[in-house]
């Protein structure tokens, strides 16, 4: 089966730089996704890494590195409006299911 | 316009009640999902169907029946309702079974006394 680890909470301070990290167990894996969900509400899928290597969409920055079956997702420039929920998901198999993490809480405070 | 829709947004029922939740997706996309997420957060799929076939049904009690009338519309029905079943449930979409970015409707408290 598939499983994936995330810290359960993170801290940080308005403007700063967070990372939240990602490690799985699979076989077959055919990359991460990173998905956002503020409280009360939906998943948001924010970002994909199907290869190796670091892909930026704005502020946020998710990387991945398959030999270490380690991914990360990077908040930079924090805003209060990041507090939310993360979650890493994989592996992405047509006919295997999107496993997701169990989640990230980030809290952002002044 | 609404992506993925769901509906009702909160339900509150008695335990030993049926009861079902629509879904209706605008996307044209082929695959749609079932999610079950308690009230640790923990996110997990219950079905997935792709152009109105099942093709992903985890370890799900039967008394958990999803249908997909056409590809736009996955509902799920719920026979005899226990307090365990009390979470939000979440449908889901994406253009296909393969693809990494899904779509999610709004969420379904169910809340079972």
């Known amino acids: 089966g598939q499983s994936l680890e995330q810290p359960s909470e993170v801290t940080a301070v308005e403007g700063a730089i967070v990372q939240i990290n990602c490690t799985y167990q699979?076989?077959?894996?055919?990359?991460l996704s990173w998905y956002q969900q503020h409280d009360g509400g939906a998943p948001t899928f924010l970002s994909y890494?199907?290869?190796?290597g670091l892909e930026e969409t704005g502020r946020f920055s998710s990387f991945l590195s398959r030999s270490d079956s380690y991914g990360y997702l990077l908040l930079q420039e924090l805003q209060m409006k990041d507090s939310a929920s993360y979650f890493c998901?994989?592996?992405?198999?047509?006919?295997?299911?999107?496993?997701f993490g169990k989640g990230t809480r980030l809290s952002v405070i002044a | 316009d609404t992506a993925v829709s769901q509906t009702p947004k909160y339900l509150v029922t008695q335990m030993g009640n049926d009861k079902s939740i629509k879904c209706e997706q605008n996307?044209?996309?082929?695959?749609m999902y079932w999610y079950k997420q308690d009230s640790k957060k923990f996110l997990k799929i219950m079905f997935s169907?792709?152009?109105?076939?099942?093709?992903i049904n985890e370890t799900v009690p039967n008394r958990f029946s999803p249908k997909s009338p056409d590809k736009a519309h996955l509902n799920l029905h719920i026979n005899s309702l226990e307090l365990g079943d009390s979470a939000v449930y979440f449908c889901?979409?994406?253009?296909?079974?393969?693809?990494?970015?899904?779509?999610f409707g709004p969420g379904t408290r169910l809340t079972v006394t």
């Open positions: 889901a979409s994406s253009p296909q079974s393969t693809s990494y970015e899904q779509y």
């Open positions: 996307l044209g996309h082929d695959t």
């Open positions: 699979t076989s077959g894996f055919y990359g």
């Open positions: 998901a994989g592996p992405n198999s047509g006919n295997t299911p999107l496993v």
């Open positions: 890494n199907g290869l190796d």
């Open positions: 169907y792709n152009n109105k076939e099942l093709i």
